[in-house]
């Protein structure tokens, strides 16, 4: 297991109620972000595949909100002390322990993945079989709904992030990854969190062709 996953996964389980605290309700907050899952979660519905896979779920709280938006969701997480909590905040739901690089998922059997903020901590050399990962997952026509941390800059930028190091994108060049991996993207939300890193919230939705 490369490094950065070992360090990853003993940050989050140091900070397990901690993180769950500070976001497992933040979504009444955020605005952007609901109508970005509600707007993923009705395409999903389109498709006739309900099955969807929240990739890197922390707590479980997103994975709950696409359940009630009509999906068949399930959560995956690399620290199994977030899958623990998750299965005692939402006990109807699954969750399970899996590495995004090896998800535990037949070839095109979703048509649906989430990656909410959870490729942050990937270093930028390795993004590219994750991508894949998850587009070998999808079923075609399935939808991606990514968001990550944007910079204007041309390359990807190391940040100390709360919990471990972390990454932001420049858009573009996330979404030419995107096309690299065999998907599509087409819906692009940018917006500033006003946050004291000075990054934007980038949401994007890509389909595989």
């Keep these: 297991m490369p490094n950065h996953q070992d360090e990853t996964r003993t940050a989050y389980d140091g900070v397990v109620d901690l993180y769950a605290s500070l976001f497992a309700d933040r979504l009444e907050t955020r605005p952007f972000t609901r109508a970005m899952l509600g707007t993923f979660a009705e395409l999903v519905r389109d498709t006739g595949n309900l099955r969807t896979a929240d990739v890197g779920c922390g707590p479980g709280h997103l994975t709950a909100m696409l359940h009630d938006l009509g999906l068949d969701a399930f959560g995956l997480d690399l620290s199994p002390a977030m899958v623990e909590h998750a299965r005692r905040a939402h006990?109807?739901?699954?969750?399970?322990?899996?590495?995004?690089?090896?998800?535990?998922?037949?070839?095109?059997?979703?048509?649906?993945?989430?990656?909410?903020?959870?490729?942050?901590?990937?270093?930028?050399?390795?993004?590219?079989?994750?991508?894949?990962?998850?587009?070998?997952?999808?079923?075609?026509?399935?939808?991606?709904?990514?968001?990550?941390?944007?910079?204007?800059?041309?390359?990807?930028?190391?940040?100390?992030?709360?919990?471990?190091?972390?990454?932001?994108?420049?858009?573009?060049?996330?979404?030419?990854?995107?096309?690299?991996?065999?998907?599509?993207?087409?819906?692009?939300?940018?917006?500033?969190?006003?946050?004291?890193?000075?990054?934007?919230?980038?949401?994007?939705?890509?389909?595989?062709?």
């Design 91 to 209: 006990p109807a739901l699954r969750f399970d322990e899996a590495r995004m690089e090896s998800l535990p998922v037949e070839d095109g059997a979703l048509g649906g993945v989430l990656a909410h903020y959870s490729m942050i901590h990937t270093p930028p050399a390795e993004l590219p079989s994750l991508l894949a990962e998850q587009a070998r997952a999808l079923a075609p026509g399935g939808l991606l709904l990514t968001s990550f941390f944007g910079t204007d800059g041309p390359e990807p930028v190391p940040f100390d992030h709360k919990v471990t190091t972390a990454y932001s994108w420049p858009p573009d060049l996330f979404a030419a990854l995107l096309t690299d991996a065999g998907l599509t993207p087409f819906a692009r939300l940018l917006h500033d969190p006003a946050s004291e890193r000075g990054f934007l919230d980038v949401h994007v939705t890509a389909r595989l062709t």
